[in-house]
Nanobody
Framework: QVQLVESGGGLVQAGGSLRLSCATS????????MGWYRQAPGKQRELVAD???????NYADSMKGRFTISRDNAKNTVYLQMNSLKPEDTAVYYC??????????????WGKGTLVTVSS
């Protein structure tokens, strides 16, 4: 069974930093892609950042210059470095893994999330 476990969330004051981790039971390679999403109370889940099978990264506009997604293939872990945090960044952050078969079919798996709270 595919497993993803997020960690690193917590309480931080505005302007501070946190690093989130997502450990997966799967090997991070060119056969998969990963991303970070977040969901604030009363709002829909939104993309924060993702990294493709080829290693290309992209970010939501509000995160550019503040957040950085990276991966450590040796540890089967993806990270989200969060700097210059703002109160509006408060949300549950989720890790997503997409596994691709040889025929190109992909399926998404989700972690249970880690809560980030940014105080003003």
């Amino acid at each position: 069974q595919v497993q993803l476990v997020e960690s690193g969330g917590g309480l931080v004051q505005a302007g501070g930093s946190l690093r989130l981790s997502c450990a997966t039971s799967e090997i991070i390679s060119s056969t998969n892609a990963m991303g970070w999403y977040r969901q604030a109370p009363g709002k829909q889940r939104e993309l924060v950042a993702d990294i493709t099978r080829g290693g290309t990264t992209n970010y939501a506009d509000s995160m550019k210059g503040r957040f950085t997604i990276s991966r450590d293939n040796a540890k089967n872990t993806v990270y989200l470095q969060m700097n210059s945090l703002k109160p509006e960044d408060t949300a549950v952050y989720y890790c997503r893994l997409t596994l691709f078969s040889r025929n190109g079919y992909g399926v998404d798996y989700w972690g249970k999330g880690t809560l980030v709270t940014v105080s003003s």
